[in-house]
């Protein structure tokens, strides 16, 4: 029998508000933000009237580019609240990517902190919008992206021509009944799709996954369970947002469950530390190489973690070294590794807090209780029996809608039974416990960022030296792989690495720009002329590896 629940997104907040009233939610040090469940339903709903006023309908698609910052949160919700679409934007986009997004999303309006990092977001935003600085906020005419009316600024700067601010925002509002949002929260059905989170493809350019409030809900639902949470933990949430990582497996899971987010701006070893000890933590969500990074900080000991409990360690493979540090000298003796990828809301597969720790290391665990998985043979599509490498294949009210406007990619990827083809090789064992094998796709995994060779190759095709690109991972003790491109220049044409760094940077993404350039004449192919990476990265491997 199914446990699925059918409930969106403003009904689950408002279910939990109701009965945790007094029970912290959310709390963001940095941003001198503590919260507890009323208030924050409380100032969600606020948000989602400031969105009504703003023009906001059932099924706009809204762009937020921003860091984990609590406005983050309130917009999470008070979209789902008023049935507007979630596009979310990697914090690591540059000009050319955020541009692509914003168009292919139809994005409407778009949220955006002051900057990070090195990166002005206000600034990459002017540059692609240059009318802002003639145009009424709200009255944005872009011929570039025709669809975009609101651009809304959450920070400090005083003056933002064209911008809304987020406190403009709140004040719109005001002008917006409490019954015309309950009106509209009533309207909506949980089968609507509520989140739209851009995955790149090997076909190149980032496709945009539509998962509806079932399907996230039901998800986060699932993945708090298996990790036992309750209205008494508290997660600290360092991952980015932006994936399902943060925005399913930490803040929706927390708001289920009653539990209390502890929400880091971006990931900082000695502010994870000062937060799990200050703020007493009973779990903490990272990528491998997190907690790794805490683990090896020199000031580790002086921090009590004795509060931690579980938590969930995704995104890349987990040394067993680094999964046992983290049982003992992190307390979490209930932590537990999860599978999934965004197409499915994202968790399929996840260990329990009993399995054994060989268990949570040499595989990714069992299916989650309300999904189907198997392992087929990729050529024939033949089920495989147990401990046969195949590709791992999908089925539950976790999978997506389909891409966005992306039909052919939709049917490639889903079949006519409604299976979702991975793209992953593993196996699974007479228990039910699957292992990743390897990638099908050539996709490079960095320190937990999915990296996809063709979007990088076609982008470093615009180059006016380059004939031909091929880009391929290479093993790295730090960050699981590093990104390596061969680069054909064309007749009479000389270049160095550090030419090809300087054409990447403000274009695209920091941790995709290749830590290794090597020129060569030729790549090694198949008999009908294929080129064959698995012969590159071999070659490269053995060069860089010894």
């Not at 932590?335 to 990828?341: K, L, S």
């Not at 197409?343 to 260990?351: A, G, I, L, R």
């Not at 790549?523 to 860089?544: D, L």
Request: glycine share 8%.
């Amino acid at each position: 029998m199914s446990d699925f629940v059918s409930k969106t997104m403003g009904e689950v907040i408002k279910e939990t508000a109701g009965r945790f009233p007094d029970h912290p939610a959310l709390v963001a040090p940095e941003f001198n933000i503590r919260l507890n469940y009323s208030q924050l339903y409380d100032q969600c709903r606020k948000t989602a009237r400031g969105l009504m006023a703003l023009g906001v309908k059932r099924g706009d698609h809204v762009s937020v580019w921003t860091t984990n910052v609590p406005e983050w949160v309130y917009l999470q919700y008070a979209l789902g609240m008023v049935g507007a679409v979630l596009v979310t934007i990697n914090t690591n986009y540059q000009t050319h990517e955020l541009e692509y997004i914003l168009k292919q999303s139809d994005s409407t309006t778009l949220f955006l902190i002051d900057a990070y990092r090195d990166t002005s977001f206000y600034e990459t935003v002017r540059r692609i919008l240059p009318e802002l600085d003639n145009d009424q906020p709200g009255k944005i005419v872009s011929s570039k992206l025709p669809l975009l009316k609101n651009v809304v600024y959450i920070g400090k700067r005083e003056s933002t021509p064209g911008m809304f601010k987020f406190s403009d925002l709140i004040n719109m509002g005001e002008s917006v009944s409490e019954a015309a949002l309950d009106e509209r929260m009533n309207a909506l059905s949980d089968d609507d799709v509520i989140n739209m989170q851009y995955t790149s493809g090997t076909t190149g350019f980032p496709k945009g996954v539509m998962l509806t409030h079932h399907n996230i809900v039901n998800n986060a639902r699932m993945v708090g369970d298996v990790m036992g949470m309750t209205e008494k933990d508290s997660l600290l949430i360092q991952v980015p947002v932006f994936h399902c990582f943060g925005c399913v497996m930490s803040t929706l899971n927390c708001v289920y469950h009653g539990s209390k987010m502890v929400l880091l701006e971006y990931f900082d070893p000695i502010k994870a530390l000062q937060m799990i000890d200050q703020e007493k933590c009973t779990a903490v969500n990272g990528v491998p190489t997190m907690f790794v990074t805490i683990l090896n900080h020199p000031d580790f000991d002086r921090y009590d973690l004795n509060s931690l409990r579980t938590g969930i360690m995704a995104g890349a493979p987990c040394p067993v070294e680094a999964m046992k540090q983290v049982i003992t000298k992190m307390h979490c003796s209930e932590i537990v590794i999860a599978f999934g990828q965004t197409e499915s809301s994202p968790v399929m597969t996840m260990t329990r807090r009993d399995d054994p720790v060989e268990l949570r290391v040499a595989t990714v665990g069992r299916l989650l209780p309300d999904i189907e998985g198997k392992i087929i043979d990729p050529e024939s599509g033949k089920d495989l029996p147990p401990d046969t490498q195949g590709e791992i294949v999908t089925r539950s009210a976790c999978v997506m809608k389909g891409y966005y406007k992306m039909p052919e990619a939709t049917t490639n990827t889903i079949d006519k039974d409604g299976w979702l083809h991975t793209g992953d090789l593993g196996v699974v064992d007479k228990n039910g416990y699957y292992k990743i094998t390897g990638r099908i796709k050539d996709m490079i995994i960095r320190g937990g960022e999915n990296i996809y060779p063709r979007e990088l190759e076609e982008f470093l095709f615009t180059h006016s030296k380059v004939v031909n690109v091929q880009v391929v991972g290479i093993p790295d003790k730090k960050y699981g792989e590093q990104v390596l491109a061969a680069i054909q220049l064309k007749n009479g044409q000389t270049a160095t690495a550090d030419e090809f760094i300087e054409f990447c940077k403000g274009k695209i993404a920091r941790h995709k720009i290749p830590k290794y350039w090597e020129f060569v004449d030729s790549y090694p192919m198949t008999a009908s002329g294929k080129i064959q990476k698995f012969k590159m990265k071999e070659i490269f491997e053995k060069k860089y590896q010894s």
